[in-house]
């Protein structure tokens, strides 16, 4: 598998040689942990488990589900938050088009308090033929659960069947939903007890939104397998490194990681990520804060600090290397009265990946330290190797401070406190 590659040429040297050795032998010991199950939170490695191990059976089930509700479906409502939604808007961002997506469109609710949003969007949804995957491990989060019920009063309200539009994915027993599926027959689907939420994507959580979404999850899941096994046997290294390199970090004392992108489809991505690193390792007054940025957006907002503000950033690029499949070219203008003809002619990606070396130069000549994880292209095999790296390296990384990778004690705070 070659279709990530960590580019640490500009990262290499800002390491003494004493401090690599150290974060070597942190990294090996974290691997025997990891793969050995003798960690914190060992009875939470399943994300690991069912790539190890693919259950075919039940992604043909969940594809085939799909296709019946793809049929009939205008929009699917997908109840969740956290890990019960932010992957499967991060893949659906990734790989559908920005706009006007044939077949069943996807709407995410139960991940905010918005009743402004809510409202509208039971507007939106008059005379469309709905579906609804509620998503929740606990069955009893604040957001989605409230959402659900009012979506439910709209589904009775609007439908004669409104429970065989609803689709349940929790827990295999425990929790408030599993009640509530045997009341009415939803047809339900499993999140492993072992594999905590935002680990959650290539289970049913983004698996079935993502099918119906239109998504080749196959293509996906086996992506993130095909990452697994060579990450297993040693053949590619990238996400151990990028462990590797967080930690270095870390331990110089740098406080925040910038995922940048120039690529608005991505944006998405980043979401995910920083979930997926902040639950995991902010922790114990430890981890790196993680922050996403969309350049050239944030390049007229945030740049300013990035290049000239307190040097506690370390920047790590998510680039793709293929050229996009649809692009424009800047047209040239008789008057040229903003002095850019100098861009005439040229494709918008191509000043895009101008863009992108300009700002990797500029920042580093700043003092920031930057490396790159440069995906192949953007295809759901891709996307989900991509998936892979970043669980396994934030459960390396994580180890590697000390923390437990796979508890949450801040978020249950918070749903304790809103209870
Ligand atoms: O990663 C996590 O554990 C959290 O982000 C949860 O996914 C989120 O709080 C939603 O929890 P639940 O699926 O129980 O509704």
Redesign the pocket.
Known sequence: MANIKYDISDISSLIPEGEMALGKDSLEKAKDTLVSKSGAGSDFLGWRDILGDPNDALLTDIIQTSETIREKADVLVCI?????YLGSKAVLDALLPNFGNNGTEVIFLGHHLGGTYIKQLLAYLEGKEVYVNV????GT?LE?SVSFRIMMDWLKFNYPNPHERVIATTDPSKGALNLLIDDHGWKKYVIPPDV???FSVLTPVGLVPLAIGGIDVRSLFYGAVSAFEDYENGSDESSDKYALYRYLFHEQGYKIEALAHFEPSLHSIGGWWQ?LFA?SEGKDGKGVFPVCLQYTTDLHSVGQYLQEGQRTIFETFLVVNQAPSEDVEVPHSAQNLEGLNYTAGRSISYINDKAYLATRLAHKEGGVPVASIELANQSAETIGQMIYFFERAVALSAYMIGVNPFD?PG?EAYKKESS
């Open positions: 969740g938050i956290g890990g019960s998503i929740s491990k606990s989060t989605p905590g939420g935002r979930q639950e949450q978020v």
